[in-house]
């Protein structure tokens, strides 16, 4: 695997790993308010970003390179309003998206066949996580400050499901 490309990925592995952390730290703000159905979808988030961080360190693997594990990024403990945090979630999502899509960028200028396949998966999936958390945001942004509405979506959110990949 060349050098540039190897550094990517185990930089990727890495900013899947800080993901998680953050949503998990995340839905403990979350428990801690009450909201539990947000908390609930951000735990589902949280394993599903080891999952993606999973993939990276199966890949490299798989290329004959060792994953390296190192320090995560330490993330906030509060994050305001429901409004806010997803809010936070979504601009989170539109920046790791532009961090795959440098790393598919790169992967077609070294020729790299293997890892074009495997950040495929990525792009889509990216797409996907855009738009949930879109959707959420658009909602809380209807709901705007009644406290019934809110509680209606944290109903909502408390009905996701684990995904199956
Ligand atoms: Fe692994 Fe939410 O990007």
């Known amino acids: 695997m060349h050098e540039q490309l190897r550094e990517g990925f185990q930089a990727q592995m890495q900013a899947e790993f800080e993901s998680a952390y953050l949503y998990l730290a995340m839905a403990s703000y979350c428990a801690h308010q009450g909201w539990m159905g947000c908390a609930h979808w951000l735990r589902i988030q949280w ?20 994953p390296e594990l190192r320090a995560l990024q330490q993330p906030a403990h ?34 790299d066949y293997p890892a074009q396949v495997f950040l495929q998966w990525f792009v889509d999936e ?11 945001v658009e909602q809380l942004r209807q709901i705007g ?8 979506l944290d109903r909502e959110l408390a009905r996701r499901k684990a995904e199956e990949d």
């Open 47 to 66: 394993q599903e970003e080891l999952g993606h961080a999973l993939k990276f360190f199966e890949f490299l693997l798989d290329r004959g390179v060792q």
């Open 78 to 111: 509060a994050f305001g309003t429901p409004l806010e945090l997803f809010t936070k979630v979504l601009e989170h999502e539109q920046y790791i998206t532009g961090r795959i899509h440098r790393l598919y960028r790169q992967a077609i200028e070294l020729e």
């Open 126 to 136: 990216q797409l996907e996580e855009e738009s949930q958390a879109r959707a959420i």
């Open 145 to 152: 400050e009644s406290p019934v509405g809110i509680y209606l």
